[in-house]
């Protein structure tokens, strides 16, 4: 039987949720001993081969819409400190990530998940992600409706379910009623975004969106979907995907390649086949985008409550800060906490009276609730840390470039996101930042060197447009000069209020290709 490639082959050979029987008897074996096939299996079950691929992985947990309990994030703080170096990730997905695990670790650390209510099943691999949400859903005084009830719907439905076991590629869900695209809805396969129809609340939808090195904006789709259509919309949606979806070369088989040969109007069609008649027309509810950050304290729909919104530096917090913060959620709120795809924290429910003793706490001085404007909005991948692809370290270049340009430019007065990604897969966003910088590796005399590219002035929410590129590499010796320059650049031309992206949009981009050109290399 021909296979347009390896993984393909792989999936045919056994579904990658069959890994689970084999874990106990792989974790006997030296990782150059595991068979390819299997290693790829493993992401099924949410572990996911790191560099240096010596036997050691991440086990990467689900938490929808960002949702984790006291309860939870103490099981996790304490998985983290026996097994992954005392650290825990948040991921630009909500999800969690442990690193440095075996997988003899692994057959404790899965049943344990499970004992708490928590999942690895499908959290890589081609299928259905974790659903990306409004970390507010249910305490957000700006939602149309509470999302949480749909979120579990559609979650429970894909999770660990053998008819889309063997997709194309991964497909990533995001539903959020929240009017500022807390979902980064036009990156996803499928987006659910809020509407209102003849007064009725509901969804406008987006198909085909995604990032890597061929970025796509998702497409709208003409339907208005009642908050009881959403998963047969999902569902007919994933269907479509599995169904004809490309399998032959891995890097063109994302929905977002079919979508854009069928057209969004074939597309809708297709749905609309499986699902049954779908009312059309409403308004999108739709204001600024926020970035996926809900820093400081803001009160809760639910009277004489507030959420805290703080900071982890570099997406990263010890697992002993972790089980702090379980502990103040218990003992300030009623034990609930957030992710956010920013890889950031929330508390809820904290009562107004008491928010003042809790963010005296001194944990707060090392994950602060007004974090800078460079160190607090930006974003960085995995990097060379653990990644496969990334050449180069990022969380802390970016963090010591950040730290820098907050130095540089105290009189800034709003965010400007830096994202860093470390290769071309795009991991953490750079089409979507203010800056977007790329890392890579170039030969400069009989050295090799870390170097860059750039883009600019990408956004999400109204009028969402990717970052346009740069020409040229700078090294990184030239990088902190290059930003500076560029930044100095929007401040001699911003308007009142203008961010950055906004100066962009009105400017020639042969401004910023001038300034570009006198860092990078020849």
Same mark, same amino acid.
């Given at each position: 039987m021909e296979f347009g490639n390896r993984n393909e082959k792989w999936k045919y050979e056994k579904d990658g949720l069959e890994i689970f029987k084999?874990?106990?008897?792989?974790?006997?074996?030296?990782?150059?001993?595991?068979?390819?096939?299997?290693?790829?299996?493993?992401?099924?079950?949410?572990?996911?081969?790191?560099?240096p691929r010596d036997g050691h992985f991440?086990?990467?947990?689900?938490?929808?819409?960002?949702?984790?309990?006291?309860?939870?994030?103490?099981?996790?703080?304490?998985?983290?400190?026996?097994?992954?170096?005392?650290?825990i990730q948040i991921t630009i997905r909500q999800a969690v990530q442990i690193h440095n695990i075996t997988l003899k670790d692994a057959l404790d650390i899965l049943p344990r998940l499970q004992a708490v209510g928590l999942s690895s099943?499908?959290?890589?691999?081609?299928?259905?992600?974790?659903?990306l949400g409004n970390p507010l859903a249910g305490i957000d005084a700006e939602e149309l409706l509470d999302?949480?009830?749909?979120?579990?719907?559609?979650?429970?439905?894909?999770?660990?379910?053998?008819?889309f076991s063997n997709l194309p590629r991964k497909f990533k869900i995001s539903i959020s009623a929240n009017p500022h695209d807390a979902g980064f809805a036009r990156i996803n396969d499928l987006a659910f975004v809020p509407a209102r129809l003849d007064g009725e609340v509901g969804f406008h939808a987006y198909?085909?969106?995604?990032?890597?090195?061929?970025?796509?904006?998702? *497409?709208? &789709?003409?339907?208005?979907?009642? @908050?009881? $259509?959403?998963?047969?919309?999902?569902? /007919?949606?994933?269907?479509?995907? =599995?169904?004809?979806g490309y399998r032959e070369k891995r890097s063109h088989?994302?929905?977002?390649?079919?979508?854009?040969?069928?057209?969004?109007?074939?597309?809708?069609?297709?749905?609309?086949?499986?699902?049954?008649?779908?009312?059309?027309?409403g308004e999108e509810i739709t204001k600024d985008w926020n970035y996926g950050r809900f820093y400081g304290v803001h009160v809760q729909k639910q009277a004489g409550l507030v959420y805290v919104g703080l900071h982890l530096p570099n997406g990263h917090i010890q697992a002993k800060d972790l089980a702090r913060f379980a502990e103040l959620a218990?003992?300030?709120?009623?034990?609930?906490?957030?992710?956010?795809?920013? *890889?950031? &924290?929330?508390?809820?429910?904290? @009562?107004? $009276?008491?928010?003042?003793?809790?963010? /005296?706490?001194?944990?707060?001085? =090392?994950?602060?609730?007004?974090?800078?404007?460079?160190?607090?909005?930006?974003?960085?991948?995995?990097g060379n840390a653990y990644c496969n692809f990334a050449p180069i370290e990022t969380k802390h270049r970016l963090q010591k470039l950040t730290t820098a340009m907050e130095k540089t430019f105290p009189e800034i007065g709003l965010p400007l996101r830096i994202n860093l990604t470390g290769c071309s897969h795009a991991c953490a966003q750079p089409q979507l930042a203010d800056i977007g910088l790329t890392g890579g590796r170039a030969k400069v005399g009989e050295n090799i060197i870390d170097v860059y590219t750039l883009q600019l002035g990408g956004h999400l929410g109204p009028n969402a447009v990717f970052a346009q590129k740069l020409e040229g590499k700078i090294p990184d010796d030239q990088l902190d000069a290059c930003i500076r320059a560029l930044i100095a650049k929007y401040l001699e031309l911003r308007q009142a209020g203008e961010s950055f992206h906004q100066v962009i949009s009105r400017t020639d981009i042969s401004v910023w290709q001038e300034i570009v050109r006198n860092y990078a290399l020849s």
């Open positions: 084999d874990i106990e008897a792989l974790s006997t074996k030296e990782f150059k001993e595991i068979d390819p096939g299997d290693v790829e299996r493993l992401k099924w079950a949410g572990i996911y081969a790191q560099r991440l086990v990467r947990v689900k938490l929808p819409s960002g949702q984790v309990t006291a309860p939870q994030a103490k099981v996790l703080a304490a998985l983290a400190q026996e097994y992954g170096k005392g650290e099943v499908e959290a890589c691999g081609d299928v259905p992600r974790t659903i999302t949480r009830p749909i979120v579990e719907e559609v979650f429970r439905f894909f999770l660990g379910n053998p008819d198909i085909g969106g995604g990032l890597s090195a061929e970025p796509h904006l998702a *497409q709208k &789709l003409p339907f208005f979907i009642r @908050p009881e $259509e959403v998963l047969k919309v999902a569902k /007919a949606d994933a269907t479509l995907f =599995r169904d004809e088989c994302r929905l977002k390649f079919l979508v854009e040969d069928l057209g969004i109007a074939k597309a809708a069609e297709k749905i609309e086949a499986q699902t049954g008649e779908l009312r059309r027309g218990e003992t300030f709120g009623q034990g609930r906490l957030r992710t956010t795809n920013s *890889q950031n &924290l929330i508390l809820l429910d904290i @009562p107004k $009276e008491k928010a003042a003793e809790l963010t /005296a706490e001194e944990i707060f001085t =090392r994950y602060p609730l007004a974090p800078g404007f460079f160190t607090g909005y930006a974003s960085s991948c995995t």
